[in-house]
T-cell receptor, first 111, second 120 residues
Framework: QKEVEQDPGPLSVPEGAIVSLNCTYS??????FMWYRQYSRKGPELLMY????GNKEDGRFTAQVDKSSKYISLFIRDSQPSDSATYLC???????????FGKGNQVVVIP | NAGVTQTPKFQVLKTGQSMTLQCAQDMNHNSMYWYRQDPGMGLRLIYY???????DKGEVPNGYNVSRLNKREFSLRLESAAPSQTSVYFCASSEVLVYRVGTSANNEQFFGPGTRLTVL
């Protein structure tokens, strides 16, 4: 079983809709949870970062971590065509920067 | 600040040829990484360098070598390219590799634009 599971999609939504993405993981030692956004033919860039359990909000983006269920989520409110990208979840046990990535989820926001 | 730069952007090789992918960062970061990204596989760590003068294997090191030339530069070499090495290669850097457990500090990895490599 891969450490991090992420449904690769793709996911198409109309502009203004809420986008919901999630990852599950098997390693209970993960403490640091990240979402990276990757535009086509570009490198990933950090979008959201959460330490341990709980919610974090940044503008239209909300990241949730449920360590008891080993499940993390990313929500994008009022989605825009500029949100069209691949979103990768990543996790770390902490102490070092060895990240375990999900496969990535392609999102297309249709105007 | 250019951030993380990679050269070349594209490369086509024949099986058995060798080449070196170059990476440089101007953020004064100590740690650097090489990943490959394949469809349906996500990002996989090839090698990393915690600091100048040190390198370590990641998840998929076979068929690759690396050199941390100085603090800024970290190169990836394919000695005898194989079709299985067709991929998009990303270099990344971060301030440090090891940080204190239990802190909420974010030790972000910054990625370059990638090199698209095809091995025929």
């Amino acid at each position: 079983q891969k450490e991090v599971e992420q449904d690769p999609g793709p996911l198409s939504v109309p502009e203004g809709a809420i986008v919901s993405l999630n990852c599950t993981y098997s390693n209970s030692a993960f403490q640091y949870f990240m979402w990276y956004r990757q535009y086509s033919r570009k490198g990933p860039e950090l979008l959201m970062y959460t330490y341990s359990s709980g919610n974090k909000e940044d503008g239209r983006f909300t990241a949730q971590v449920d360590k008891s269920s080993k499940y993390i989520s990313l929500f994008i409110r009022d989605s825009q065509p500029s949100d069209s990208a691949t979103y990768l979840c990543a996790m770390s046990e902490g102490g070092n920067n060895r990240l375990a990535f999900g496969k990535g989820n392609q999102v297309v926001v249709i105007p | 600040n250019a951030g993380v730069t990679q050269t070349p952007k594209f490369q086509v090789l024949k099986t058995g040829q060798s080449m070196t992918l170059q990476c440089a960062q101007d953020m004064n970061h100590n740690s650097m990484y090489w990943y490959r990204q394949d469809p349906g596989m996500g990002l996989r760590l090839i090698y990393y360098s915690a600091s100048e003068g040190t390198t370590d294997k990641g998840e998929v090191p076979n068929g690759y070598n690396v050199s941390r030339l100085n603090k800024r530069e970290f190169s990836l070499r394919l000695e005898s390219a194989a079709p299985s090495q067709t991929s998009v290669y990303f270099c990344a850097s971060s301030e440090v590799l090891v940080y204190r457990v239990g802190t909420s500090a974010n030790n972000e990895q910054f990625f370059g634009p990638g090199t698209r490599l095809t091995v025929l």
